[in-house]
């Protein structure tokens, strides 16, 4: 083979009409660091949008020294747990901005969101009767009546890290808000669960009312207008009939037609379902579902589509995506043997496994199921969350967490599980070696036929667990965790230490072989070309300056070349 050395000639080339399949990146890890004090911390979100440079995290801490900045909302702590909310930069471990939030008793974050205008959506659970709330918001006053209950409560900050709107959202009795998302008016939506009989809903909900004595599930948009009840758009309990029964929220998102898809798990026997749904029947002792609401007001009209998603024993549905031809990617984990399309003759490890399956809500039974991939280990897995990948293919990336589990699915290529990863981590994070688990991260890729691909445990010090990733669009994604991590129950999150990791989607052969096809060719070159302008830290920009240029092209031709 030819090797050209002039970048005239190779540009030239590089205009000739060529095709080569779209490469599939892998996730590899640039670093990982403790996010926090050396007290109890813990980040249980993370989110990002295109219009901001940095990431937005959001936990718990019982720190009066956590790392926040003067101009916020609240740069001094308040009491007991507080919750904590920050920008952090992208190259390095370090806030633009943090905030506490939080009153004279305790509070815990669930989860964060950012909308288009780069204004940010936090939720969870206060017992603090002063909690911070804003003129004229839905509910500016505590409803709970013991001490141990608590209210959910919503807190919008603008990009700088001022509050723009915060208020209560429940009963009398516990309710904890456990997911939120913005939809494309800049509305709020909001999932969770309440014990409270008066819970707020509006008139003409699907279902108005509470089982008495229960764990309920909600869903709810909210304006933050401003006009009091009126910023309640919409809010309705999804849950069974009996007292006893139990329904968590777990991710709220809205489909094209700005209907509610809401995920969870429940023990209910007669749970919201439809007729031509993919299960209607429960199968164990607790199962996932999945419900589709148009929130329009007529009663029981407004289910659209409801199903569960489980086997005979215990199935958790943790996150979902929609991806642009409305099929649901869903992420959990499951101790069923009859999980959907499990092989009944085989016998899984007594546990939970990590699932991900490929979902449409088309009423079409068992065919609204695409497809099913089954992560066992020889203990205990989950998968927690999943987001699209930063690149073209918007292939999701998954993360979960497993606990000491030595028989995992494994790619050489994306394992970083050698000494040197360790040194380097326990270098930058100056936390002892935890062996109670690992983080484990991997990609689905879905063309030209869904495959899950460069799955890997990353067991890295101090990790037990992935909880939250957020992708940027130069080609990186970020992923948060913790050392003490509860995912089947959003609320008992236990502090430890907070931690966030950054990845680079690409694992390429060898540097410049972009497509990994073990060859760097003009193939690789046209792939960099079309990503000419700044790039923070992607795998393109060979020299690390910041862009994506002729620098980089020219260093390609190097390598140009058989690779191996």
């Not at 063309?447 to 990353?458: E, G, I, Q």
Request: hydrophobic content about 40%; some cysteine; glycine content about 10%.
């Amino acid at each position: 083979m030819s090797t050209p050395r002039v970048l005239p000639c190779l540009l030239a080339v590089a205009l000739a009409p060529t095709v080569f399949a779209q490469p599939a990146y892998c996730p590899r890890l640039d670093w990982l660091d403790r996010i926090g004090t050396d007290e109890d911390d813990a980040i249980v979100a993370v989110a990002s949008s295109p219009l901001r440079p940095g990431l937005v995290l959001v936990g718990t801490t019982v720190s009066e020294e956590f790392p926040t900045t003067l101009g916020t909302f609240a740069p001094l702590p308040f009491v007991d747990e507080d919750v904590v909310v920050g920008e952090l930069h992208v190259f390095e471990p370090r806030f633009a901005w943090a905030t506490y939030l939080g009153g004279s008793d305790s509070e815990r974050a669930t989860d964060v969101a950012i909308n288009a205008a780069g204004r940010i959506a936090v939720v969870g659970v206060t017992r603090s009767r002063d909690f911070p709330t804003t003129v004229a918001s839905f509910d500016p006053s505590y409803n709970s009546d013991e001490e141990t209950s608590g209210d959910a409560f919503l807190s919008i900050f603008d990009p700088d890290g001022r509050l723009l709107y915060s208020t209560y959202l429940g009963g009398r009795d516990v309710d904890v808000a456990t997911t939120v998302a913005w939809d494309s008016s800049g509305r709020v939506l909001i999932g969770g669960t309440t014990r409270s009989a008066s819970f707020p809903t509006t008139a003409g909900a699907y279902e108005e009312t509470t089982a008495f004595g229960s764990r309920d599930a909600f869903a709810l948009i909210i304006d933050p207008a401003g006009k009091h009840a009126d910023d309640l758009v919409y809010s309705t309990i999804l849950r069974g009939s009996d007292a006893a029964d139990d329904e968590v929220v777990s991710q709220i998102a809205t489909d094209h037609e700005g209907f509610l898809l809401v995920t969870g798990q429940t023990d209910a026997v007669d749970f919201p379902r439809t007729r031509d749904a993919f299960d209607i029947v429960a199968g164990g002792e607790l199962d996932g579902f999945l419900v589709r609401i148009e929130p329009a007001g007529n009663g029981a009209a407004d289910l659209c589509y409801g199903t569960y998603l489980g086997g005979r024993k215990n199935d958790r549905v943790h996150d979902f995506v929609v991806g642009t031809d409305q099929v649901l990617t869903i992420v959990g984990d499951t101790e069923s043997r009859d999980f959907p399309w499990r092989d009944l003759r085989s016998h899984p490890p007594p546990g939970t496994d990590g699932f991900v399956i490929r979902f449409h809500p088309g009423g079409r039974g068992p065919q609204d199921l695409h497809y099913v991939e089954i992560i066992e280990g020889d203990e205990n897995e989950t998968l927690t969350a999943l987001a699209f990948a930063p690149d073209r293919s918007r292939d999701p990336i998954i993360v979960g967490s497993a606990s000491r589990s030595a028989a995992l699915p494994s790619d050489a290529r994306t394992a970083p599980d050698d000494e040197d990863d360790h040194a380097a981590v326990q270098q930058s994070t100056g936390a002892q070696r935890v062996t109670e688990g690992r983080g484990i991260i991997g990609r689905l890729v879905l063309s030209p036929n869904s495959r899950l691909d460069c799955f890997a445990p990353v067991q890295l010090d101090a990790v037990s667990g992935f909880v939250d990733l957020a992708t940027k669009i130069d080609g990186t994604l970020f992923v948060v965790g913790a050392t003490s991590v509860a995912p089947e129950d959003a609320t008992s999150i236990e502090p430890g230490d907070g931690l966030v990791a950054r990845y680079f989607i690409s694992v390429p052969g060898c540097v410049g072989d972009f497509n990994d096809d073990r060859n760097v060719d003009r193939a690789d070159l046209v792939l960099m070309l079309e990503q000419q302008g700044p790039c923070a830290a992607c795998a393109f920009d060979l020299d690390r300056d910041g862009i994506v240029g002729l620098r980089d092209a020219s260093l390609l031709t190097t390598v140009w070349g058989a690779c191996r």
